[in-house]
């Protein structure tokens, strides 16, 4: 089989545009995560029981499912379930955000454990009200810490972004496969498409150990 990369090059816009679309996506679905991940740090440190029991039960169940299975219960189940019809990029939002808070969670509770409690006290100390502490004392801090850590869960939520072409997200991956059936040239198309994720994805990491060069930096 002859590959014929340079037939497929000048078709490659899609592919760029899906590639754009990808890392929109990721985005927004980063931002849901991180509202969601710091909810639930919040509710795992509340003084209600129900509340801690309700994260424990919601990130066992995130993590002990595969992502996939999320992104088709999201789509074909919650207009069933609430009634409510929401399109397939928005079910992929939800999916992937809800899926990436779960993680985000742990690695801003990994954050918050290195936080001196001290400071805690002393706020307190200060008549502070609790939530003012959180927001203006505790959680600038666990988010200063844990940047890398959220830009690697950033990558992590690049791959898994290509689940989404199963409910006819058209990002890069369901590009690639409108791509190569209008070529016929698979191989070529996906190869490409790889070397794009594999672009996206280094970029990413870059920026994470810059952004960890730069917090040591600060630190000292």
């Known amino acids: 089989m002859e590959l014929q990369f340079l037939t497929i090059i000048p078709k490659a816009g899609p592919l760029l545009l899906g590639a754009l679309y990808t890392i929109f996506v990721g985005i927004v679905a980063c931002g849901v995560g991180i509202l969601i991940g710091t909810s639930l740090l919040l509710m795992r440190n509340s003084q209600f029981w129900v509340l801690r029991t309700f994260v424990t039960i919601y990130?066992?169940?995130?993590?002990?499912?595969?992502?996939?299975?999320?992104?088709?219960?999201?789509?074909?189940?919650?207009?069933?379930?609430?009634?409510?019809?929401?399109?397939?990029?928005?079910?992929?939002i939800m999916a992937v955000g809800f899926n990436s808070g779960a993680y985000i969670a742990e690695i801003l509770r990994g954050g918050l454990s290195r936080i001196p409690k001290g400071q805690t006290e002393a706020a307190e100390s200060l008549g502070l009200p609790r939530i003012k502490i959180w927001f203006k004392v505790i959680l600038p801090q666990v988010f200063h810490s844990v940047i890398p850590l959220l830009v690697n869960e950033f990558t992590m939520v690049i791959k898994i972004t290509p689940l989404l072409s199963t409910i006819t997200v058209v990002e890069l991956t369901r590009a690639s496969q409108m791509l190569y059936n209008e070529t016929f040239?698979?191989?070529?198309?996906?190869?490409?498409?790889?070397?794009?994720?594999?672009?996206?994805?280094?970029?990413?990491?870059?920026?994470?150990?810059?952004?960890q060069r730069r917090s040591h930096k600060f630190r000292l």
């Not at 996939?68 to 397939?88: D, E, H, K, R, S």
């Not at 790889?194 to 996206?200: L, R, S």
């Open 59 to 92: 990130s066992s169940f995130i993590r002990g499912t595969p992502a996939l299975v999320q992104i088709l219960v999201f789509y074909y189940a919650l207009a069933p379930l609430t009634g409510i019809n929401i399109g397939p990029f928005t079910a992929g």
């Open 185 to 211: 040239r698979p191989v070529e198309v996906l190869t490409l498409a790889a070397v794009i994720y594999f672009i996206i994805c280094f970029s990413i990491s870059q920026l994470g150990e810059h952004l």
